[in-house]
């Protein structure tokens, strides 16, 4: 028992789940206190003493499924239905069985049944898995790979088993049986059912061997689709990625936000505060006992987002706006604007909390603007110089997201040299990779100059990067 | 004392606390293992509440201690009282002077005074916070450490000498060691996630919102004479709504308000009327109650179309279908 926990241990920790030694420990103890006859039981120990996040609880139930109780209930369902697959023969397997366990007292020692085969014809499951899992264990079954080794490892758990032998052993039973007078028809029933008991019983094995691949390849997987998501392109999400990427940039910006308060704790301490000195050590006689300082806060940069929602860049649009406004309290003020070719403020779309679907009302252009036109960004710029620029000042930090695909339209970069020159600073994310800048209508090194920052931002990695980036 | 797990099922039930096997389990190796549990799950499940049973239930004191940003040792652990000390050093000034008084140089009578030093540095001038009384009680307690995510990073981390080792330690005083072992609960909302060395510490414990069945048995152990038909249609009812997209999911509690609302209002059934009046008491933001709204009258359409039991599913169907198209877009 105590082998299999570590082993499942292990399995959590490849996973992605941390385990610590401790907590491994806590998990022996916690089984001694129980009985562990009661699964649901068993699980939960084994859970809470392990398992601390509430996204990784689906991952510890898969696999506690597939490594402890999915492979009895899967031995029980294929042993289950041995009357079914006798059902043609019209027999009444009890009294079969009846009539055997007599005739076989009758002949005491005469015959000599392996463990495998006394488990089979009693078709004792618990036993049955016992042996699996050790013959299994022998035949190096954790060394499997992949798909094509199962029938190997099969084969070679079935002649540590010696199912072969038993299954002689049991036809010669039936032989001896037929010689003390057991009826013919009995005789073909009890054959056929020997010939489905170690069916049977390799069927079971193959599936063994099948679950033993899943659980050492889960991790593997698993792992797999996390590292794609971080680094796999906005462009290419599919509408399920899109979900879970929700949660993985939820989760990003907690982070950011936990580091962030870390920080600013520790840059707390400023002068000395005279008049909460004296006003708390009043009780003692004006004696500071207690001396007070003031904080020192550090500016929280005002946001300016904006962002181009045209079809082309919509998904990092989406993602950024998330981000940003998932961690809304490192920040003033946020005011973002959408643009394709006019330019309008979706501040207000925010305001209601919701903010996945004011992300989706915002990338359809929060009513304020046409999405169906083709990007003109020297056009949004010149809106927003003109009726936006006063919002600007020395704190405010600019992030521009867009591909600056222009259209062959005017650049009008004066007017982000204007913006540029009021704001704190300016921030480009461009999905398109630096070496298509500046060619055919993109215009991005016509900006350039005016940028404090330009940076690749094609992925959540990048993108959670940049976001570090500015806040600190 | 919990004999097993079966035992913290019916002892928590018979103090009016329906509970599953997951959360007995939990609670039954908090106290065979003497190791604190971290309770999380959405607000208003009843994880303050499970602590509160608990001691009842093993007739220890709660102890509890409420978390808010900007809890320090001060607050949490002990306190020097100064005022009381500086009020000894006032009385006992001649006291003083005469222990001073035949010494020659200053620093001599400096040295004397400090010999004393452990009488205004002593138990008598501390004032115990919740952590340290938990840990000093002759008698075993039961400290709840609730809402522990809204405290800072910091405080955390100041929390897991206490946690691990059950003490904790006064530089003017030394080590102190509890004298009986206090059983731990320390609930968080998940406003934020807690360090991995605070959960390393703690067994885990994540209560969601119960299944219907458990629902309407909790129903009925709070509200004894409620109607077993309006406890069935509130709790199915309150499953549709907590499907919906709200800003805050109602929880038991307003499960609870609402079943006693109907009972008031001698409504022996869900109708739309009723429902739309009383929506006020489950949903606490305007637009979530306008959502609901809309929401409702479709799945009551559905229901006084057809049978109310098949209406559910129907209805969730394609409202699943329309959001991922949202998405999409």
Redesign the interface.
Known sequence: MQARIVEFTNLLRKSGIRVSVAEGIDAFRALEELSIEDRAVFRDALRASMVKRGDEISTFNELFDLYWSGFYDNLRESFGDLEDQMGDMDIDLDSLMQQMSEMMQGMDGEIDLSELAKALLTQDLAQLEAMIREAAEQAGTERIENMLQVGFFSRRTNEQLDLEGAGGQLQDLAQKLAEMGMGSEEIEALQKMIQQLVENMRRSVKNFVERELQTRNHDYMEKFRKEMLQEKSFYHLTEDEITRMREVVNRLAQRIKNVLSVRKKRIKRGKLDLHQTLRRNMARGGIPFEVIYKHRRKDRPKLVILCDVSSSVANVSRFMLQFMYGLQEAFTKIRSYVFVSDLGEVTSVFKDGDVNSAIEKALDGGDVINVYTRSNFGRAFHDFWRDHLSIIDNRTTVLILGDARNNYNDAKAWCLRDIHSKAKNVVWLNPESPSAWGFGDSVMDRYTPYCDVIEECRNLKQLSKIVDQILL | MFES?DDVISDLGALGYICD??IA??V??AQ??N?P??V?GPAGVGKTELAKVVATSLKRELIRLQCYEGLDEAKALYEWE??KQ?LYTQILKDKVSETIAETQSLAEAADRVGREDSVFFSDRFIVPRPLMRAITSEEPTLLLIDEVDKS???FEAFLLEILSDFQVTIPEIGTIEAKTQPIVFLTSN?A??MS?AL????????IDYPNEELEVRILDAKIPNVAQQLAEDVVAMMHKIRSL?L?KTPSISETLDWARALMALNSDGIEEQVVNDTLNVILKYE?DVAKAQSELAKILDAASAQEPEEAPAAEKAPEKAEA?K????
């Open positions: 797990v096997k997951r389990t939990v039954f190796l065979q293992l190791k549990v971290l999380e100064y005022s500086l800072d990073p910091e998940d934020r996630e991995d959960k390393r510490r703690c067994l885990h414990l994540w997209d800003k637009g991922k949202g998405i999409l877009h």
